[in-house]
Every structure is written in structure tokens, then in C-alpha cells.
């Protein structure tokens, strides 16, 4: 399975971005698509997930403002990102685990290659 993240870029606070995580190889084995983000000198935090069948889960900081989905036609998963705020700004990263619904990194199997997003004025 290979993941290819796209879409980070410069936007201003207040502002959306759509991130894409474009998904290749054995998709069949893949059951939750996860987005992550990095900050220099921090962890590696979940953002969102969502399982084949739909189920949706968020970070409290980005609930009612961030929307998981994924487009199982394109192989694709999105993520809507609105009212973006400065601590926003992150390496954002996809991934993908085989079976259950987890939010630890640790747990997913395949990830892309991060795409920055810079939450600015």
C-alpha cells in the first residue's frame, strides 16, 4: 500500500484548506484511513479517522471544524480543514491501518510523506 499526500500550502487564519491522501496497491486491506500532524520538537498527533464503513472520529481541538472523508471510487480520503487557526500550522501525514478503528500512530501500517500546511497572516 502507498499513500501520497497533497494539497498543504499558505492560508490565513480563518481560512480552508482541502487535503487529499491519495491511496495505491492493496486497498482491500485497508480498513480506517488516519490523518496526523507534526510540529518541530512535538509528537506526532491524531487529527482524524474514518473506517471503511464511515465511522468518523476527531481531536476535541479540530471537532466542528475539520471534516474526514474518504472517496472509495478515486481511492481517496479528504481532509476539509476550515477556520484554520495558527496552531494549525503542521507536517500534516496520512495513514492507513488494516483493521481496527485506533487513534495511536503506533498502530497504523503504511503512511505518506507529510504535506505542510502554514496557518498565517
Known amino acids: 500500500v502507498q499513500l501520497q499526500a497533497s494539497g498543504g500550502g499558505l492560508v490565513q487564519p480563518g481560512g480552508s484548506l482541502r487535503l487529499s491522501c491519495a491511496i495505491s496497491?492493496?486497498?482491500?486491506?485497508?480498513?480506517?484511513m488516519g490523518w496526523y500532524r507534526q510540529t518541530p520538537g512535538e509528537m506526532r498527533e491524531f487529527v482524524a479517522f474514518i473506517t471503511q464503513g464511515g465511522v468518523t472520529h476527531y481531536v476535541d481541538s479540530v471537532k466542528g471544524r475539520f471534516d474526514i472523508s474518504r472517496d472509495n471510487a478515486r481511492n481517496t480520503v479528504y481532509l476539509q480543514m476550515n477556520s484554520l487557526k495558527p496552531e494549525d500550522t503542521a507536517v500534516y501525514y496520512c495513514?492507513?491501518?488494516?483493521?481496527?478503528?485506533?487513534?495511536?500512530?503506533?498502530?497504523?501500517?503504511?503512511w505518506g510523506q507529510g504535506t505542510l500546511v502554514t496557518v498565517s497572516s
Open positions: 496497491g492493496n486497498i482491500d486491506s485497508i480498513n480506517v
Open positions: 495513514a492507513a491501518e488494516r483493521s481496527k478503528m485506533t487513534t495511536s500512530q503506533y498502530e497504523y501500517d503504511y
